[in-house]
């Protein structure tokens, strides 16, 4: 026996009971977006590897997936969306209406070290909105990601969005005397704050930022549960700093997602800066209230992106919600449903008494069979039948493993008066049907069509 | 400005009017599976070089993408999904239910230069039916091939399935003298027949094979037209050539093809054989009629692949179709129906005249549209608005351009005495509607909703 290959760590396997749960959490992403009024798109997995480095941050370059192509050029698989749609964007810039809303749910890459809650291949749910500066998108794009994982069961008690905004933020370590070409470092060690013992952070915080307040010290200011708390904590420990002026969008957004009635999904949370360098305003990330978990979504405002990858100007905000934590908390909640497909039909075949017979080939079901088979599925009935000649109690036993609503009994009886038994699994009942009534009007006797 | 970066040559963006088409095969081909009675599955992106370079065959191979990891294990992107399926089944073949029949709609990745109908990225639907060696499901397997098209619009004079038998081709090789072993390499210039000149061919057979049949009057036999007229010809050719046995299967085989009714769609064409190394019996590819495009589909049947990738022995019959050729086809055929999304309610603003007006933020649309909206979404209908205050007419312009089937005024009779009035934009009916009847109820006004 040859030597087996096992799939590479950090994949998954999706056998048909692991799917069914993915294509539920896929089914309820689109069907929130198309409801929110986004358009779907999708790019390539591989792109040039220079769209990442040039603007992703340091964490996601490190983790790229490249290789070289036969042209000799770096390619490199997906680790993000927003840089594709920026260039997407930026190439059709002057012919797509405005504003811009799309979403799509592509599959991601990172070679980083498999963990709970991370993979090296996932899916990810995007929704975008380019062209409008308003807090409306802003709460929109948070709106959509409440609803979309309501529309999988959780509710205000499962999970909350953490809202920040790196205006506000920015304007903090102004004043605390960080220079702006530092903030993206500070950003970078205030994103692995949730990651990593406060002592490693200090650390790093003291050897970027020699002679500026100390970690703890911002860490536990920026805990506040509301601008007036914050306010207060921040003239403690940093009494240079003036009012905070960049408070004034956080609260119009509070004020929309309460307008949208979702406020009490979302709460105030200035640990919240994100990893990636592009962030301008609004950041958000959505986590589990038990906390036991990786972020479940993170997204924000980046108006700067796309005059980066060689657009013009253009603003934007969305977010991006993996598949991997989602399941996890669905999971531990115990919130996935059965999801088995059922209530199909199952033709049993019993001419010549179930035990082989009148077609041509004795090993192979009837024609009869075959033709009501055929005839069902392209009327849109999910239909099953046996591949083999066999008992008519395996049969039956197939057709509830199967969990088919409807059982046709193909008999010497359809051949010689060209009728079928059909019973009705939930019902218990069984009544003579003409086969060619059953072909040429099937929902009559088996409901609308599935599928 | 910054330079911008394309996109890497031979992957597509798919912009929202390029998604909606992908879409709509993607749905038509899982809707065909399920009927079916196909479970889908999936698998990783990236896997173990070596799970291609074992069996794959020389084509698939070179055109691998590769890369090494930060173990320094060399892996690949898929290049087709058969291999993953048999590491799949082998890996619990144990406690599968058979007969295993999965479909999956994967990306798959290939370094080729890119060409008509050939592109380094594509979307390829995989079906494949595993524990049944007999015909039906060879039948069953070429039906669904049938069916996906069939739900595309595609017709008995658009397209044929050629079918073909590896052990009537292999009893035809063996009687003229080419040894088992190098069997491989007579299917892959076969295989070759129609992407390259016939000079070119019977050079390349001349050197693997010298003092054999040449490849022309070989190829002229094998174009016979059913199994009577290909048994006369290679007698001219091969006098040494007794009765064809392996032809038995390919004549039940069409006998199942005719009572599943899509015989139509089928024909003889020994002239197929597939690249792949793996295949063991039927082999199929779809053409258009009128051959001006590549293979739509391929498939066949694999008895041998699990026990080679580390399995035990088990049967295996399956195809794969990409969405290149295909959507070629559907464009040239101009069978693309017009997809843009329609039906919706788009909520227009007009309280305080719709100027700006009570708002907190006059910039901002009224409470009242805000709760409406995300009220509508939630109940599953595709809500739109305009983000900005704007004059009314060019909010109904928007909602036009949104092709939206029902109107929602909000106005300041919405917040004084809780009404809204409700245009039905086909009807061109216009009524006063309680707003909270509206929430509460919104079937009963607008129908039954779409996501």
Known sequence: MAQSIPAV???????????????????????????????????????????????????????????????????????????????????????????IKWFCMPRMYRGERPQRGRLREFHQWNVDILGVSGVLADAECILVAVEGLRELGLTADDFAIHIS?????????????????????????????????IEELSRRWGEAFPGILAFDKLWAALSAADVGELSGRLREVAPQLGGLTGAAGLTALMGALTSLNIIEYCKLDL??????????????????????????????????????????????????????????????????????????????????????GAAADESLPSNELLRIVAALRRAGYRTEFSYQRQAVGKQMAKASEKKAGHVVFVSDKSREQGSVELKDMAAGTQRDVAMADLIARPAEFLGAPKC
């Open 271 to 356: 640990q919240v800066v994100r990893g990636l360098a592009y962030y301008t305003g609004v950041v958000f990330e959505a986590y589990d209230r038990r906390r036991a978990l990786r972020a479940i979504c993170g997204g924000g405002r980046y108006d700067d992106l796309l005059a980066m990858v060689g657009g013009k100007p253009l603003t934007g905000v969305g977010f991006g919600m993996g598949d991997v934590v989602l399941f996890e908390l669905l999971s531990d909640l115990k919130r996935v449903p059965a999801l088995a497909a059922s209530g199909g039909v199952f033709v049993v075949d019993i001419v010549g008494g179930g035990t082989g």
């Open 165 to 197: 905004d790196r205006r506000l933020v920015a304007e903090i370590l102004t004043a605390i005397g960080v220079e702006l070409e530092r903030h993206a470092i500070a950003y970078g060690i205030l994103d692995k704050a949730s990651k990593m013992p």
């Open 9 to 99: 760590k950090g994949t998954r396997d999706f056998y048909p009971e692991d799917h069914a749960p993915l294509q539920w959490i896929l089914d309820a992403w689109r069907r929130v977006s198309l409801r929110h009024g986004f358009d779907e798109f999708d790019g390539p997995t591989l792109e040039h590897t220079e769209l990442y480095t040039r603007k992703s941050g340091d964490e996601i370059v490190e983790q790229l997936f490249t290789l070289t192509d036969r042209g000799g050029r770096s390619l490199a698989m997906r680790p993000e969306m927003t840089p594709t749609l920026a260039r997407m964007v930026a190439a059709r810039q002057g012919s797509l209406p405005r504003p």
